[in-house]
């Protein structure tokens, strides 16, 4: 009965979604989506997502990002159709034209679904090696493990979830994650969400977090890349990409994130049981969560954080200090691949400076700027990540360490020291680096004047794709 329940929930689930976009007119700086089909972006009072630009980048398709493909032509006279979330589009493209997608979600072998469920048993074990997991899940590890941790702390009962909109939810969220990333994909989302697990099972987060803040929690971390393009915020403000407009320049793929999250549970109507004043208060502090992960915003969030522990004075037993820690979790739980085990630290390294790269690629096609630590003749896998432990990660987990001083902390910080020595003994011959990128002066340069123009665009190329 079991299988055949799941069967039939994959079968509604899997079926084509048709129609238009919509928003909320009382947020003018926001769109929501509501179903995704062959349809273009609508347009808003005072602003034109669809406008066109002298800048050859604006004449590029998302869905062709990484594409290895030079032969495309593009005409500069047609006008290009915007989408808030690419993948689904293509999705739907795919089943209008009767092609199979990619990645189906089809009932597992008992094999595999036995090892899968074996390794959930273990889920809040800091070495969850989560590329095999979203192998044994036949590429829905975001499904299967934000599904089994929502059952496992009883939140679907206790909120009254129905199973077939929950379902329903993380496949489009899952859908919406672009796998052609080599980073920000739903692997990531979904290691994020066993990481920020992990944190939410620490003494002090356990005992004193509500069962909407650990809802919250892990809906933010499945959601809090949602349809990430694959390049950073400075990348699509000189490309006058309509999203940078939209969000005025400021956080624009987190806003976008969030905004992607709020369109797909009203989409699904996963709240729409709980009353008008819950489910706007839900949206905004799963906003807040995300908004969180704005790494240009580190020191704000740092300092405020070194701050309490300074004092004292952080009380787990009031509502904003509590979400404020949730922030912070998901903070670190964002940036945590530098503080897992060597294997799969080296893994994420290799994925984030590929995304790194390809958008280095793209900037060289099209005549733009090489934005710093993009280009992949100046600089190696290895300098990155040193940088990026020495200036972002360690005085982040450090002063997390302070707040949870618990084994997973000091198993985190010893983790992180190792795999920064590893890297450090792969640096045999150091790449020709200029020195205006050069990685340990950048990474200091950035966090010193974030406001420049030119040190946001190095600290979102470095930060903002969370090593």
């Known amino acids: 009965h079991q299988k055949k329940y799941y069967w039939c929930l994959c079968v509604c689930l899997c079926a084509c979604r048709r129609g238009a976009i919509s928003y909320d007119s009382s947020d003018q700086t926001a769109l929501y989506i509501r179903m995704l089909g062959d349809v273009r972006v609508r347009s808003q009072v005072g602003f034109e997502p669809e406008r066109r630009s002298s800048h050859p980048y604006l004449c590029i398709d998302f869905r062709t990002l990484h594409s290895d493909s030079t032969s495309a032509s593009y005409d500069p006279e047609r006008r290009v159709h915007r989408l808030l979330s690419f993948q689904r589009y293509l999705h739907s493209s795919r089943l209008l034209r009767g092609v199979p997608q990619q990645i189906p979600l089809h009932i597992l072998d008992e094999d595999y679904t ?118 950073n915020q400075p990348f699509l403000i000189k490309t006058d990409h309509y999203l940078a407009t939209l969000y005025r320049n400021t956080s624009v793929l987190e806003n976008h994130h969030w905004k992607s ?53 952080l009380c787990m037993s009031t509502a904003s200090h509590r979400h404020f820690v949730l922030q912070m979790a998901l903070k670190c739980a964002d940036i945590c691949n530098p503080c897992r085990p060597w294997e799969l630290s080296k893994q994420w390294s ?51 360490a302070r707040f949870c001083d618990t084994r997973l902390s000091q198993t985190m910080l010893g983790h992180m020291g190792l795999n920064k020595a590893s890297w450090g003994g792969l640096q045999q011959e150091p790449a020709p680096v200029s020195e205006e990128a050069e990685p340990s002066t950048a990474w200091e340069s950035s966090i010193r004047t974030e406001e420049d123009l030119f040190s946001g665009i190095f600290f979102k190329c470095h930060l903002k794709t969370k090593i």
């Open 114 to 231: 036995g090892q899968a469920r074996c390794m959930l048993e273990k889920v809040g074990n800091w070495n969850f090696d989560i590329f095999l997991f979203d192998r044994l899940t036949n590429g829905n590890s975001l499904i299967t493990l934000t599904f089994h941790l929502l059952n496992q702390y009883g939140l679907v009962e206790l909120f009254q979830l129905d199973m077939v909109k929950l379902w329903r939810f993380l496949v489009m969220v899952q859908e919406d994650y672009h796998s052609d990333n080599p980073y920000h994909n739903a692997v990531h989302a979904a290691d994020v969400t066993q990481a920020m697990y992990c944190y939410l099972r620490e003494p002090m987060l356990a005992k004193s977090l509500t069962s909407k803040d650990i809802l919250l929690g892990l809906l933010a971390a499945a959601t809090h890349d949602l349809d990430h393009p694959g390049v």
């Open 261 to 313: 999250a709020v369109g797909l549970l009203r989409e699904t109507g996963l709240f729409s049981h709980l009353p008008a004043e819950d489910r706007l208060n839900m949206e905004r502090d799963l906003g807040s969560l995300i908004l969180a992960t704005d790494i240009s915003r580190q020191n704000d969030y740092l300092s405020r954080f070194r701050l309490h522990l300074d004092q004292e004075n």
């Open 350 to 400: 290799e994925k984030v400076t590929e995304e790194f790269f390809q958008q280095g690629d793209i900037e060289k096609k099209h005549k733009l700027e090489v934005s710093p630590l993009c280009d992949r003749e100046m600089n190696t896998v290895g300098n990155i990540q040193i940088g990026f432990m020495t200036y972002v990660a360690e005085p982040l987990f450090a002063e997390w």
